[in-house]
């Protein structure tokens, strides 16, 4: 009797450790599968960091949890024409305790792309994995350089397409429009012009630093480097050309490139009564209003040359005046006014400030002197600060001193000194210009927001 309920003591234990061994492989197995909810979740991304190219290998990638690599099988999928598969990896992903995939593919223009589901037996079972949405460029290290006109409502024009002799744009007659040129894939813009359509009114709001002939870094990138901005305004129904743009522009490849802009049309339509109105009125308007911060103000005044040379005189003599200074400046303002000129708001660097330097180093070095034959530490070092002082603002005005300035008689500048080159604007007789560059006979000047060359006879120097 004893033997026999040992029997069944040791048949009870055997299936309770039967059926907790079968407990235990169950929820092994259970953990260790994945279910097609979180596979629905998984997508295949590109790798960060990588440059996404035309004709360049693009890697994606996806991690799988809780599955090991012998239990995938990746197959095979047709992709789009574009689309060219090169390989692919399975690794062990020991931190998610799963099955990484690399797969790589190549695009063979540009444009967005979503590569077709990538199919594949996990746990033998059919399942398939999508793509993220990606957009492929070409690599921008071998773009030659190219203008790009954007206007204000976002469309773009491309120098480097191809003209269709068809319109681009539709605009009203008296609209003013905006449009911005930028340049692409370049280092360095070397010049810069622009011809000014006719029956238009077409002005330049703003030149950006790139137009100095600075270098970039070299990083190569599809961004637009701003060079200068426009309003345009047609005045004539029909189709007009676009202004001719002309950049010379160095290249990733160190290459000197002319660039031009194509004879793209635009049409101007014949505007409403409303939009007409208005039109004039922003014309008349713009006409008629003075900047404040302009350098340089002028009136319909027609000067001779001999009351340019005067005005010069008057200015050199302001300029170099030291006891007389305020007398001298009046001297020039009532010339100015007398010959119905604006009064330039803003004189040339004077120079009393440069004697005033001067004064101040001589007094400073007499005062140490005395302070060191008297011994007193506390003024010989308050002489040396103010000697420093003086000797700082004689450098200053050293260097304002040499700014060449002069008074045009009235004559038309250039975007190259050459006087067969293309008129870039007229300067008014008795414009106070000044001098940045000299080459021979010409000058390039600046006055306001315009610049160009011009020859050294339409120039009375300010001494």
């Known amino acids: 009797m004893e033997k026999q309920r040992k029997q069944k003591f040791f048949e009870s234990c055997r299936r309770l450790l039967i059926s907790l061994l079968l407990f235990l492989t169950a929820g092994t197995i259970a953990a260790q599968s994945i279910t097609l909810e979180q596979l629905r979740q998984l997508h295949f991304v590109p790798e960060e ?27 095979s999928a047709e992709q789009d024409q574009d689309i060219t598969f090169r390989t692919i990896r399975k690794t062990e992903d020991y931190i998610q305790n799963g099955t990484t995939i690399e797969v ?39 773009m030659n350089p190219r203008i790009v006109l954007v206007f204000e409502d976002g469309t773009r024009i491309y120098s480097d397409s191809l003209n269709s002799g068809q319109p681009l744009l539709k605009i009203p007659t008296g609209k003013k429009i905006q449009l911005s040129v930028n340049l692409q894939y370049a280092t360095q ?35 637009l480097i701003p060079v200068a901005s426009f309003e345009w305004t047609g005045l004539v129904p029909g189709q007009q050309k676009l202004p001719l743009f002309r950049l010379f522009a160095v290249g990733y490849n160190g290459a000197r490139i002319e660039l031009k802009m194509p004879g793209f049309l635009i049409e101007f339509t014949e505007g409403s009564e409303e939009e007409i109105a208005e039109s004039k009125t922003d014309i008349f308007f713009n006409a008629f ?3 404040d911060n302009f350098e340089t ?54 120079s009393i400030l440069l004697y005033i330097a001067g004064i101040v180093i001589l007094a400073s070095i007499a005062g140490i ?15 040396i600060v103010l000697l420093l002082s ?74």
């Open 189 to 223: 813009l070397t010049q810069f012009s622009w011809e000014l359509p006719k029956d238009s009114i077409f002005t330049c709001i703003e030149e950006y630093e790139f137009t100095e002939a600075r270098y970039r870094e070299r990083v190569y990138s599809h961004t």
């Open 369 to 383: 002197i005395i302070a060191v034959r008297k011994k007193h530490k506390i003024r010989s070092l308050l002489f």
């Open 104 to 142: 790589w593919y190549n695009f063979s223009k540009e444009g967005n792309f979503t590569p077709s589901p990538l199919p594949m037996m996990i746990q033998n079972r059919r399942r398939t994995i999508s793509f993220n949405p990606i957009t492929v460029t070409v690599d921008p290290a071998t």
């Open 49 to 75: 960091g990588q440059n996404l190219y035309t004709k360049t290998d693009i890697k994606f990638t996806v991690t799988i949890p809780n599955v090991r690599a012998s239990q995938i099988q990746v197959l």
């Open 289 to 291: 209003f003075q900047e």
């Open 390 to 463: 003086g000797l700082a603002l004689l450098i200053y005005c050293s260097v304002r001193k040499h700014e060449g300035y002069g008074i045009c008689v009235g004559c038309k500048i250039y975007s190259i000194p050459q006087e067969n080159a293309e008129s870039v604007s007229e300067i008014k007789s008795g414009s106070r210009v000044r001098i940045l560059e000299r080459t021979g006979k010409w000058y390039y000047i600046e006055v306001g927001e315009s610049g160009g060359w011009c020859t050294s006879d339409n120039i009375f120097l300010i001494k």
């Open 297 to 350: 103000s002028l009136s319909d005044t027609v000067l001779t040359r001999e009351e340019c040379q005067t005005l010069a005189n008057y200015y050199t003599k302001e300029r170099n005046e030291f006891l007389m200074y305020p007398h001298a400046r009046r001297n020039r303002i009532n010339y100015e006014e007398s010959c119905g000129l604006l009064v330039s708001p803003n004189p040339i660097f004077p």
